[in-house]
């Protein structure tokens, strides 16, 4: 025995014509902020995570990652700019007799002094003679590439699936006062 049924559903083009709209008009701007949010958590994983590493403080890192935000159908960068730091600007230098100490560290060979210019620095001999003199820093180069990678591939995609998750319920569900309300 077998029957045909007819169902008859009223409203399907009002539904199709508002899936639509949600793809063209607030698929985009969700991917955007999703990706914005995940850039900037990122931006705090990688200087969590290298100044762990380094043995310095976030602080010293936070001008050495800038952050590009994503346009409307675009992408976003984490800029990692991998130039040495400076030991004078990790904080308070002591003139010891081993040599300068800086944040906990010693830098043994190493002497304070202040250029023509007025720079406050920490240097260090290349010869024995009293010139040439050259500036302490610390290398970031391998330490802050491999932890922005890390960070880039193992962290950022999953929270813009949580963050693109979360803002397309509050969507959906049309909160009232959300940026993306689809009624």
């Known amino acids: 025995m077998s ?18 709209r949600i793809k063209r008009d607030i698929t985009p701007k969700l991917e955007q902020r999703a990706i914005n949010f995940a850039i900037r958590r990122g931006n705090t994983d990688i200087r969590r995570r290298a100044s762990a590493a380094l043995g310095i403080g976030q602080k010293a890192l936070k001008r050495r990652i800038k952050i590009r935000k994503a346009k409307l159908n675009g992408s976003g960068l984490v800029v990692v700019l991998v130039k040495p730091i400076l030991v004078s600007t990790l904080g308070k230098s002591r003139q010891t007799r081993q040599g300068v100490s800086v944040a906990r560290a010693v830098y043994p060979g190493s002497f304070k002094a202040v250029t023509r210019r007025g720079f406050d620095g920490v240097f260090e001999r290349i010869t024995k003679n009293r010139y040439p003199i050259k ?49």
């Open 3 to 20: 029957f045909t049924a007819a169902i008859k559903v009223k409203g399907v083009k009002e539904i199709k014509r508002d899936l639509k």
């Open 135 to 183: 500036p302490v820093t610390i290398p970031v180069d391998p330490i802050l590439t491999n932890k922005a990678r890390q960070s880039a591939f193992n962290y950022m995609p999953g929270e813009f699936v949580r963050e693109f998750e979360r803002i397309a319920r509050v969507a959906l569900r049309g909160k009232s006062g959300s940026r993306f309300n689809i009624k």
